[in-house]
């Protein structure tokens, strides 16, 4: 396993989007302040804010991947096959409040430092925290 401040070199040299799970990439880590972070995010990435400290980063669509090389769009087979089978809890589907993250029937996938919304069998969104728990809200 590569060092999280290799990788987060890595997708600054090679102009693709890779996310650390549990740190983050080249333009924003987890655990750090809107003033210190590196850049703006790619399209298809939202930085979730708490207390002015990034809490969450939220991949909806584009090429962005994880250090293991999951993306939006992949199937449920890859992500256990490089994550394992991880804690699968329900999407919290809230109605008339504002974005909704999933549909019924999708499910979460959870890691440390990371979580896959899975729909259909294929990633849907993930997020990357420094505690996947934390990441979505979810029923257990």
Do not use: W
Request: charged letters at 20%.
């Amino acid at each position: 396993m590569f060092p999280s401040f290799i990788l987060l070199a890595l997708s600054l040299t090679s102009g693709n989007c890779v996310l650390t799970e549990g740190v983050g990439a080249d333009f924003g880590r987890v655990g750090v302040t809107r003033q210190e972070k590196a850049g703006l995010p790619p399209h298809g990435v939202r930085l979730e804010y708490k207390d002015h400290t990034l809490a969450q980063i939220f991949v909806y669509e584009g090429n962005c991947q994880t250090s293991r090389g999951v993306r939006v769009g992949d199937s449920q087979s890859k992500v256990q096959k490089l994550y394992g089978n991880g804690k699968k809890t329900t999407v919290e589907i809230k109605k008339g409040e504002g974005d909704s993250l999933g549909k019924l029937g999708d499910f979460v996938l959870e890691y440390p430092g990371v979580a896959f919304v899975i729909s259909k069998g294929r990633v849907a969104a993930l997020f990357i925290t420094a505690n996947a728990a934390e990441g979505v809200e979810s029923r257990h």
